[in-house]
């Protein structure tokens, strides 16, 4: 799969406006979903998705095998730009109705096309997180706040913040390896 | 734990320290093993969590407009227009700096459909206050690009809001139409900053009855924009637009006093 992710990328690096779209299709979903997830609002999350792959077609060499696997460098490029996105709007926006007017769920079976499996195993391990660990969790990660904000929004002293950060994520690593031990949640 | 900046080390992932600290924290990181590993830990998470999203699925026409701007980018870049941000995004491309494009605006308006996102967006940046950007929108509204989406809007109906004595805020709504249904923008000015969860909450009111029209939380110099889909309310005789400040964005009927109203 990822082999492919590296054909693409050495055809878009020869301008191959084909290989973008494929790449694109490949990734849209994904990426439009995680986007979503971190600002809460459609037009942010088509500008994230947007800004990823200008970043893509036009800066040559920008990804390099040295950088890990394609997958995880495109969705921090994602995670970095909406980050930067959020932070220039400063806005916080919508209500719960109007958000879900604007977005319809999938049914779980359709999922993230190829990434059902990938999607299932982190899901069945943040399942297994106490409600204070994927807080914790969702504030660092997903909504990016700073060590300040999580402090005040879990109500607990600035310097203990990275410790619980730390220890959440020690915990969904250890759900993580238990579960790719027992062969991950594959339907058998 | 052998140096005060090891405590940056969430805040450099979450693009939250300025440039100065940031060029601070990466001299750190140089030396300090620690934080090297805790770092390439955190960037392990990139490879599980950004799964956990839930799936929602791209609204409609979203691959023709991105792809449309991506290679449309390309073009303007290769023909007259390289100028400036080339070497600054590269550094930016992977670190989260806040850093704004150029060409930003641009593409914000080729990909809409007409002028109330314009309209929208303009709202949106003269939050930010950047008066430059909001001149380059002006102009790029009026290429052909824009013109040939040709979708209009129709101003209904904009009243001012009032103050009460809670607060010394000004604000405006304005109804828009156009082929997809109603909208309601809201925008004010001179709000108080809020604290912790706290939002500005838009309520349309039937006699006394609220339903929620869109929350947000002003920028530094105290001004604030939403806006809602009115279709959602179609049933509903609402004949007042009202804000108030809430404790959390989530109140499903108003706790806070009524800071601006008015009839519509
Ligand atoms: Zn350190």
């Known amino acids: 799969m990822s082999d492919r992710d590296l054909e693409l990328y050495d055809a878009i690096q020869r301008g191959d406006k084909h290989a973008l779209e494929e790449l694109y299709e490949k990734y849209e979903k994904l990426l439009y979903s995680f986007a979503f997830k971190m600002t809460k609002n459609n037009e942010l999350s088509e500008e994230v998705v947007q800004e990823v792959f200008i970043k893509i077609w036009t800066k040559k060499g920008i990804y390099q095998k040295k950088k890990g696997k394609f997958s995880s460098w495109i969705l921090t490029v994602a995670r970095n730009t909406a980050?930067?996105?959020?932070?220039?709007?400063?806005?916080?926006?919508?209500?719960?109705?109007?958000r879900d007017s604007l977005y319809s769920e999938e049914p779980l079976t359709e999922e993230l096309f190829e990434w059902k499996e990938d999607a299932e195993r982190v899901?069945?391990?943040?399942?297994?997180?106490?409600?204070?660990?994927?807080?914790?969790?969702?504030?660092?990660?997903?909504?990016?706040?700073?060590?300040?904000?999580?402090?005040?929004?879990?109500?607990?002293?600035?310097?203990?913040?990275?410790?619980?950060?730390?220890?959440?994520?020690?915990?969904?690593?250890?759900?993580?390896?238990?579960?790719?031990?027992k062969g991950g949640s594959r339907d058998e | 734990?052998?140096?005060?900046?090891?405590?940056?080390?969430?805040?450099?992932?979450?693009?939250?320290?300025?440039?100065?600290?940031?060029?601070?924290?990466?001299?750190?990181?140089?030396?300090?093993?620690?934080?090297?590993?805790?770092?390439?830990?955190?960037?392990?998470?990139?490879?599980?969590?950004?799964?956990?999203?839930?799936?929602?699925?791209?609204?409609?026409?979203?691959?023709?407009?991105?792809?449309?701007?991506?290679?449309?980018?390309?073009?303007?870049?290769?023909?007259?227009?390289?100028?400036?941000?080339?070497?600054?995004?590269?550094?930016?491309?992977?670190?989260?700096?806040?850093?704004?494009?150029?060409?930003?605006?641009?593409?914000?308006?080729?990909?809409?459909?007409?002028?109330?996102?314009?309209?929208?967006?303009?709202?949106?940046?003269?939050?930010?206050?950047?008066?430059?950007?909001?001149?380059?929108?002006?102009?790029?509204?009026?290429t052909p690009v824009e013109e040939s989406e040709n979708q209009t809007d129709q101003l209904i109906q904009?009243?001012?809001?009032?103050?009460?004595?809670?607060?010394?805020?000004?604000?405006?709504?304005?109804?828009?139409?156009?082929?997809?249904g109603r909208t309601l923008l809201v925008q004010a000015d001179n709000l108080e900053e809020v604290s912790g969860e706290e939002a500005y909450q838009v309520w349309l009111l039937e006699d006394e009855q609220p339903y929620r029209a869109g929350t947000?939380?002003?920028?530094?110099?105290?001004?604030?924009?939403?806006?809602?889909?009115?279709?959602?309310l179609e049933d509903v005789n609402w004949d007042t637009v009202a804000i108030t400040l809430e404790p959390t964005p989530n109140s499903e009927v108003p706790q806070g006093d009524i800071l601006l109203a008015a009839g519509l």
């Open chain 1, 83 to 98: 980050i930067d996105i959020m932070r220039k709007k400063k806005v916080q926006t919508y209500t719960l109705e109007e």
């Open chain 1, 123 to 181: 899901r069945e391990a943040m399942r297994k997180l106490n409600t204070n660990q994927l807080e914790v969790i969702h504030l660092f990660y997903f909504d990016a706040m700073s060590q300040q904000k999580i402090s005040e929004r879990l109500d607990i002293p600035l310097g203990t913040v990275k410790g619980r950060i730390r220890l959440a994520l020690n915990h969904l690593k250890k759900h993580l390896t238990t579960i790719d031990e």
């Open chain 2, 1 to 142: 734990m052998n140096n005060e900046k090891c405590n940056w080390l969430i805040d450099y992932f979450n693009g939250e320290l300025s440039i100065k600290e940031k060029e601070e924290f990466e001299e750190h990181l140089k030396d300090c093993l620690e934080c090297q590993q805790e770092l390439a830990e955190l960037n392990t998470l990139h490879e599980d969590l950004p799964f956990a999203s839930e799936p929602v699925k791209p609204p409609e026409g979203m691959k023709d407009r991105v792809l449309g701007n991506v290679f449309a980018n390309n073009e303007t870049n290769s023909s007259n227009e390289s100028e400036t941000v080339e070497g600054k995004e590269e550094k930016e491309a992977e670190r989260n700096v806040p850093f704004i494009h150029k060409n930003d605006s641009k593409r914000r308006v080729q990909k809409k459909q007409g002028s109330f996102y314009t309209i929208a967006a303009i709202l949106f940046l003269s939050l930010v206050g950047n008066i430059y950007l909001l001149m380059e929108m002006n102009e790029t509204a009026d």
């Open chain 2, 158 to 180: 904009s009243v001012a809001l009032d103050a009460t004595e809670v607060m010394d805020a000004t604000g405006q709504a304005s109804i828009l139409e156009n082929e997809e």
């Open chain 2, 216 to 232: 947000f939380v002003p920028s530094e110099n105290g001004s604030g924009a939403v806006s809602f889909n009115l279709d959602s």
